[in-house]
Structures are given as C-alpha cells and as structure tokens.
Nanobody
C-alpha cells in the first residue's frame, strides 16, 4: 500500500515557477514509477510527466517539455515537479500517482493517487 500527499501548489503569475512535492508512505516507494497528472475545470485529466522507479527513464507531455522537470529522491520517498515559465493554461489540480516499476501516460494504469494540489497561474 502506498499513500501519497502532494504539496507546493499555489497562485503564481505567468512566467513564474513552482515546485510540487509528493511524499509517499510505504516501504516500496523505490519500486514504483511516479507520475504527475493534472485536471483543469471541465476538462479531462491529462498526463504531465513520469519517472521510472530507478529514475533512469523520464517522459513529459509535449505541452510541458522544456518547462517542467520531474525528479525523485528515493531516500526521502519524495517525487518533485519543478514547473518553470508557467502559463495560464497550466492552471489545474495536480495529482501525483504511483504504479509498479515502469511509468505510463495512462492514468488508469496507476494504482495509487494523492488528493491533489491546486496550481493557479494568473495572466
């Protein structure tokens, strides 16, 4: 069982930065791939970024490539999402999620989800 708690969301102006954190409980964190997803009002949840259990493989959605960076610290049971050059269209609730071993862009393949943290980017 893995429990996930996100933090770091907030209100930021366009062009600004935020760093989201997701702390996991459970001894098997280092065996899980971690993903970040987001959901804007009246829109479907979408994939943002993911990192393999070992950190050796990372993937980004085209919409955030070059602006966002995912990383993990297995010693701290934490995954991060550094978000730079934020745009109003990045406004959403951001969720972290965990699945065994390898990452996926498909949300339904993830077994565990956090409660989400709100990110609002003003223009």
């Amino acid at each position: 069982q893995v429990q996930l708690v996100e933090s770091g969301g907030g209100l930021v102006q366009a062009g600004g930065s935020l760093r989201l954190s997701c702390v996991a409980s459970g001894r098997t964190f280092s065996s899980h791939a971690m993903g970040w997803f987001r959901q804007a009002p009246e829109k479907e949840r979408e994939f943002v970024a993911a990192i393999r259990w070992s950190g050796g493989s990372i993937y980004y959605a085209d919409s955030v490539k070059g602006r966002f960076a995912i990383s993990r610290d297995n010693a701290k049971n934490t995954v991060y999402l550094q978000m730079n050059s934020l745009k109003p269209e990045d406004t959403a609730v951001y969720y972290c999620a965990a699945k065994w071993k390898d990452w996926s862009t498909r949300g339904y393949e993830y077994d565990y989800w956090g409660q989400g943290t709100q990110v609002t980017v003003s223009s």
